[in-house]
């Protein structure tokens, strides 16, 4: 009876089971309202590049390039959504997916024919515009990271399903052209050879690169899932040929991009783990006696380095080990090689080696070329009653070129409200275009400006 009562229970739970089961796939799938025909027959169209799709890619990769050079995401963003670059990329993946060897050749084709459109147009952008400074949404476009890949990823899926649809949703398509950011490392590419930065060419192709790569592998993956129909060949000495022309390919340019990825991933796990090992460090309480005031992270595959610059007590042998070990044990970075600099030696692998000689001697030398500086401004500018305002703003603009957008220089007259008293001090205004150096720009001033203007004090008013 017991061994009855087991048994339907057992049948219950597999019925319950199955029947979970049998939800969960219904909710997830995406077989019941694809087309298929519709879905090949919307991607080879997507892969035509000529007449009107020409233009189209000509004047939004220009739309793009001016929102890079004046950092504006709404323009880059309005730039993406008429981009047709999509298209050649969902071809290869449909071609890969379908063993279509003419369908891989016209994408290929029309891909680096794209390509090359787009980097002449940036190009011929950034040669003529008037603002040669990299911008922040540029700079962002220079190397890849983790997050491009999972976007590309989880975009180009996206993509595909959608696109599979009997009523495809735009705003998800729309989404997909804005997530995956084909154009910004194009226009990027563009400005590098325009300004001959090649770090920048180089950097921000390889990011299109990765994120090209990932957006077809995500579509051949959905091709394979969804089980679109292979491409039937009359001749079967034909079809065995052409299997293995894509099945080459696809190896040729997926091998080098998974080791690319893992690359990648790589980096940022060791600028991920430097982040947290410098957080404990400077939380450490047998290092209470020691402060930990900047720190320097350099990653190449064989051996990263990691800088750590101390002032206070000096560390004893103990405390060096310990942090040796903390960076290789705790937050496994063993590979990596831990350079700890202190007021008067840097310790490396247990060799000692004397700095501080070098510290001032380079010091004395900034100090030596701020003066140089600063004579150079004296002799550049007339002097009549003291020196000219405007020929000192125009000194000061020169020297900070890029940074500052405008400067005033004035005499104002500054009345005490309590005693009455009138002082008539040069009061310099100073409008600027980078914001991180305001600080460095103040110091700076307010140590020469006093000295060019011949006055004791100046007030410096910045925005």
Not at 147 to 161: H, K, N, S, T
Not at 207 to 216: D, G, K, R
Not at 241 to 252: E, P, Q
Not at 270 to 286: I, M, P, R
């Amino acid at each position: 009876m017991e061994s009855s009562t087991d048994t339907q229970k057992s049948r219950r739970k597999r019925a319950w089971a199955l029947l979970i089961f049998r939800k969960i796939r219904s909710l997830l799938s995406i077989e019941d309202d694809t087309d298929i025909q519709a879905t090949i027959a919307s991607i080879q169209k997507s892969v035509e590049f000529r007449g009107i799709n020409v233009w189209i890619l000509f004047f939004a990769i220009i739309i793009a390039s001016i929102g890079l050079n004046v950092n504006s995401t709404a323009v880059i963003i309005g730039a993406m959504l008429i981009s047709p670059l999509m298209g050649p990329i969902n071809g290869l993946g449909l071609a890969v997916g379908t063993f279509d060897m003419e369908l891989l050749r016209k994408s290929f084709r029309n891909l680096g024919l794209m390509v090359c459109i787009s980097l002449f147009a940036s190009m011929i952008y950034f040669l003529i515009s008037p603002l040669s400074d990299a911008q922040s949404e540029l700079l962002a476009r220079t190397r890849p990271t983790i997050f491009d890949v999972l976007i590309a990823i989880f975009g180009g899926l996206a993509g595909i399903v959608a696109s599979s649809r009997k009523e495809q949703p735009f705003t998800i398509i729309s989404g997909v052209a804005i997530a995956t950011a084909l154009m910004p490392p194009l226009c990027t590419a563009g400005f590098g050879l325009a300004t001959f930065q090649f770090r920048y060419f180089f950097g921000a192709i390889y990011l299109f690169f990765i994120n090209s790569f990932f957006i077809a592998f995500a579509t051949f993956v959905i091709v394979r899932y969804l089980k679109f129909p292979i491409v039937k060949f009359v001749n079967p000495q034909r079809e065995k040929l052409v299997k293995r022309s894509i099945i080459v390919f696809a190896l040729i340019v997926m091998i080098p991009s998974l080791f690319t990825a893992i690359s990648v991933i790589k980096e940022e796990a060791f600028y991920t783990q430097v982040s947290k090992y410098v957080t404990a460090v400077q939380t450490s309480e047998s290092l209470k006696d020691v402060q930990l005031i900047r720190y320097e992270k350099t990653y190449n595959k064989k051996a990263p380095v990691l800088t750590l610059t101390f002032v206070g007590d000096e560390l004893s042998q103990n405390q060096i080990d310990s942090l040796h070990h903390l960076l290789a044990v705790d937050y496994g970075l063993a590979s990596t090689q831990l350079q700890i600099k202190q007021a008067s030696h840097v310790v490396e692998a247990g060799t000692e080696v004397n700095v501080l000689g070098d510290m001032l001697a380079l010091r004395e030398r900034q100090i030596q070329e701020q003066k140089n500086e600063i004579q150079q401004l004296k002799d550049s500018i007339s002097v009549a009653s003291g020196y000219a305002f405007v020929e000192v703003a125009k000194n000061v603009c020169e020297k900070y070129k890029g940074l500052i957008g405008e400067i005033s220089i004035s005499n104002s007259v500054y009345v005490d409200s309590k005693t009455g008293e009138e002082r008539e001090i040069p009061t310099v205004y100073v409008r600027m275009t980078d914001g991180t150096a305001k600080n460095r720009v103040r110091g700076e001033l307010s140590e020469w400006l006093p000295l060019l203007l011949g006055v004791d004090n100046v007030r410096i008013i910045m925005e």
